[in-house]
């Protein structure tokens, strides 16, 4: 079965750091961008992060600018997430998805062919 694994998430204060990885089961992530997405209770699914194939400019939301910064390891076949100076406004589950995107469809979910599951993260403050 295709799908995505997300791991990384856990619990830190306010103003810690996680790393997330994004790990592809069954297929290679080459030639295809990634995306991070993130979900809060009660809240619509937001993209946070994208990185093209060939590993151009990244695209964030305004919100983690500064902050987050999205990489891929193509020898390794994983994409990162690294997350520094965390809010309590980042916490949710966060969830990476792939697929042959367009720059114009980065942040569409829909645009996406395969989700993970998603890994929690909470910041307390």
């Known amino acids: 079965q295709v799908r995505l694994v997300e791991s990384g998430g856990g619990s830190v204060q306010a103003g810690g750091s996680l790393r997330l990885s994004c790990t592809p089961s069954?297929?290679?992530?080459?030639?295809?961008?990634v995306g991070w997405f993130r979900q809060a209770p009660g809240k619509e699914r937001e993209f946070v992060a994208g990185?093209?194939?060939?590993?151009?400019?990244?695209y964030y939301v305004d919100s983690v600018k500064g902050r987050f910064t999205i990489s891929r390891d193509d020898a390794k076949n994983k994409v990162y997430l690294q997350m520094h100076s965390l809010e309590t406004e980042d916490m949710a589950v966060y969830s990476c998805a792939s697929g042959p995107i367009y720059t114009q469809s980065i942040a569409t979910p829909r645009a996406y062919s395969t989700w993970g599951q998603g890994t929690q993260v909470n910041v307390s403050s």
């Open positions: 069954r297929y290679t992530l080459s030639f295809l961008t």
């Open positions: 990185i093209r194939w060939n590993s151009d400019t990244p």
